[in-house]
């Protein structure tokens, strides 16, 4: 699972001192037990990560970094949490188990991040220097470095992991990379009939691995990928900007929210269109699927609230007031809560999915979350 903000640098480096400090005595890495329980919860002014405990909705534990988290992600697996600093070119390897703190210094400015399935390699972008670096966190270096991909952006793997596919962000086109090897194997050049489609702003798939898509920015273009026969099958216009696809669970949709005239967009993976445009709201954060994808919570940063879509009767049913101004959420417990960083009141958001409704908040997470993250959530958080 991965957490990222889409603003600018954050912070600067400092010594790095790594183990967990409970909000009560004796709590360590030690004892947090299964991952799946915990929330971890990234602000933009804090040099550390909150661990919510999901069981009881409190604040548990923190982890320091050595600044603010421009990215991170929590790997079960590995039982270890990572953490970019783009500014100090540093990425922070945590040992959720307590054994000692780990860290790796880059060349290059690390815009990107990506975990595989198999929870130990991770991938880095540096979009500048045109460099994709494959690591091994069990070893903590670097084990491949890949030139040759004008710029590259956003990351994803494969169902199986073993290929990479990265997003050019300066033409259109996904490159593809053997992950054992580390090296490039093919591409895929995206097109819009005859015409060559622009720069990639992020790149989503279905939860079954089956299609990709690719989102192009402002003209509102979103490319569908065969993942398996790895050619591009269709092109959907929307009403753009296309900055972030959101996924359904049962991979039937991906849902995609317009800014310029505030709706969400349907796309189906059964006809490779638009099945439908639902009423959207204005700069759109995240985007959450209640249980059996029939309910979507849509997040507004600017109008400080929760829409709720009914997605089977194709309308809003209700809208869930917030406190300040939301980022980015996370459903937990299959799907009956859904956990919000606040980031105007430095609190994080509890709604009960079942009853639309804000049951509680949750101070001491930091000063300007932005970004919820854990190994057991339900949906995919930018």
Known sequence: MRARPRYGRLGVCVALAVSLFGCSPAA????????????????????????????VDEV???????APADQYVVSEEARSLVASHRQARLLSLVDLDGRGPRTLGLDFDPEQIE???DGRTLVISGGEQGIVAIASLPAGRIVHRIRGIARPGDLMFG?????????DQKVGRIVLVDVAAGTIEGQIELRNGTAPLPGIVELTRTSGGLMGFALHGPGGEVSVIDLGSRAQIATVELPGPAIKGFPTASSQ????PSERDRTVSLISTWSFRESARLPGAASVSGINLWMFDSLAFVLSRDQDKALVLDLERRRQVGEIPLPSRPETGISMEAGRKLYV????????????????????TIEGVGEGPWGVSSVGALSYCH
Request: no cysteine; glycine share 6%; proline share 3%.
């Open 28 to 55: 360590t890495a030690a004892s947090l037990g299964a991952l799946d329980d915990y929330v971890f919860v990234a602000s933009r002014g804090s040099s550390a990560i909150a661990v919510v405990d999901a069981t």
């Open 60 to 66: 548990v534990a923190s982890v320091p970094l050595a």
């Open 115 to 117: 975990l595989a399935p």
């Open 159 to 167: 169902r199986d992991g073993l290929t990479l596919f990265v997003a």
């Open 253 to 256: 949709h991906v849902l995609v």
């Open 341 to 360: 960083a606040l980031s105007g009141s430095d609190r994080l958001a509890v709604i009960d999915m079942a009853a639309r409704k804000l049951v509680k």
